[in-house]
């Protein structure tokens, strides 16, 4: 199994310098293959750059790409999501 993930670059307010974070798609979709995963990404990064625009977001640079997931790293994921939601 595979999943997609982003990594956001951005230019700290107080520091200048460049930080960096990992996030997860949050409908926790999962592909079989590598191949899905990678045929999945156009449209996403698309979308993705399309809300950076229309939120003013001033970003450094950003990247997608996909991970292998086990089925153990999965569960764990949906766990750590319903956490997520939970929260107000």
């Known amino acids: 199994m595979f999943r997609i993930f982003g990594i956001l670059c951005v230019i700290g307010l107080g520091t200048g310098g460049?930080?960096?974070?990992?996030?997860?798609r949050t409908d926790l979709q999962i592909y079989e293959t590598?191949?899905?995963?990678?045929?999945?990404?156009?449209?996403?990064?698309?979308?993705?750059l399309k809300a950076f625009k229309s939120l003013n977001m001033d970003y450094q640079s950003f990247q997608m790409g996909c991970e292998k997931i086990t089925a153990k790293e999965y569960e764990e994921w949906k766990k750590e999501k319903l956490l997520e939601d939970d929260e107000i």
């Not at 460049?18 to 997860?24: K, P």
């Open 34 to 48: 590598q191949q899905e995963c990678e045929a999945a990404q156009p449209p996403i990064m698309a979308e993705t």
């Open 18 to 24: 460049v930080d960096c974070t990992t996030h997860y």
